[in-house]
């Protein structure tokens, strides 16, 4: 199992990015993609997260509204589309495989790519 986040990069509060996951070794019939991520000095926690043969997606409160998680089976690609972006929002991204439910708990989450910075600045 191999994931590998790109898209992310430094843009101003009020825009967007979106943050790709490219996966290997397994499919999204076989485990949910997860997005994380990490501020500095703080822990890691639950952005949002798919079941793909569902499509049910769960958000945490703070980006429900302004971020959409969705998969491309057929590029075995998971995407985090991040609009209205806000300083806070600030922080390493990993995307994850796993078991997603709507607690969004990193512990159900047994694969992890390397992370991608997304940096919200004026």
């Known amino acids: 199992v191999q994931l590998v986040e790109s898209g992310g990069g430094l843009v101003q509060p009020g825009g967007s990015l979106r943050l790709s996951c490219a996966a290997s070794?397994?499919?999204?019939?076989?485990?949910?993609i997860g997005w994380f991520r990490q501020a500095p000095g703080k822990e890691r926690e639950g952005v949002s997260c798919i079941i793909s043969s569902s499509g049910s997606t769960y958000y945490a409160d703070s980006v429900k509204g302004r971020f959409t998680i969705s998969t491309d089976n057929a590029k075995n690609t998971a995407y985090l589309q991040m609009n209205s972006l806000k300083p806070e929002d600030t922080a390493v991204y990993y995307c994850?495989?796993?078991?997603?439910?709507?607690?969004?708990?990193?512990?159900?989450?047994?694969?992890w790519g390397q992370g991608t910075q997304v940096t919200v600045t004026s």
């Open positions: 994850a495989a796993g078991a997603c439910t709507r607690y969004l708990d990193k512990s159900t989450f047994g694969a």
């Open positions: 070794g397994f499919t999204f019939d076989d485990y949910s």
